[in-house]
C-alpha cells in the first residue's frame, strides 16, 4: 500500500523554489465521492461516479456553448499533492523516471487535466463522468476537449514544421 508523501526507492526529492504569484484565479470548486488520496481513483473513467463542477461568479457565463461539446477537458489545481519530487516511482518496482515522463500528481506545479463527459449544465453546475480529483478540488479552466474542437484559424505555413 502507498503511504501519504514516502519516498521509495530511487526517489529524489528537492526542496522546490520560493513560489510566486502567476496570477491563477480559482473559478469554481469541484465535488467528487472522495476524500482521501488513498481512495482516489488514478484515472477517471467515462462510467465513473457523477461528480458536480460548481463555477464561482462571475465565470457563469463563460459556460454559454459548451453544452455542445460531449467531452470537456478540466483543468484543476491539486491542492494536496506534493511538490518536490524530480524522480519518482510509482508502481514502487524500484524503477525512476522524471517527474514529466509520468502523470503522477506530484509535480512542481500541481495542475491536473481530466477528459470528462459533460451529463449537464444546470446554471452554475455541471455534472460530469471522467474525474480522478479529491472532493473540494479548486477548478482553473474548462475547455471543449480539443479532439473535438476545430480551430477557427487555417493552417499557415510553417505551422507543422519540426527544427532540425
Not at 478540466?74 to 515522463?101: C, E, H, I, K, M
Request: aromatic share 6%.
Amino acid at each position: 500500500m502507498v503511504r501519504l508523501n514516502e519516498i521509495r526507492a530511487g526517489e529524489v526529492a528537492v526542496d522546490p523554489p520560493a513560489a510566486t504569484d502567476a496570477g491563477l484565479v480559482y473559478i469554481g470548486r469541484i465535488r467528487t465521492p472522495w476524500t482521501d488520496r488513498l481512495a482516489c481513483p488514478r484515472q477517471g473513467r467515462a462510467d465513473g461516479p457523477a461528480c458536480r463542477i460548481e463555477l464561482f461568479e462571475p465565470w457563469v457565463a463563460a459556460l454559454d456553448g459548451l453544452s455542445a461539446y460531449p467531452r470537456i477537458e478540466v483543468l484543476y489545481w491539486l491542492d494536496a499533492a506534493r511538490r518536490d519530487l524530480v524522480r519518482q516511482s510509482p508502481a514502487n518496482d524500484g524503477l525512476t523516471r522524471g517527474t514529466f515522463a509520468l502523470r503522477s500528481p506530484v509535480r512542481p506545479n500541481p495542475i491536473g487535466t481530466s477528459i470528462a463527459h459533460l451529463v449537464s449544465i444546470a446554471g452554475a453546475v455541471l455534472t460530469v463522468r471522467g474525474l480522478d480529483c479529491l472532493d473540494g478540488t479548486p477548478l482553473l479552466d474548462l475547455k471543449p476537449d480539443r479532439t473535438l474542437f476545430t480551430p477557427i484559424a487555417k493552417p499557415q505555413p510553417g505551422d507543422f514544421e519540426t527544427e532540425a
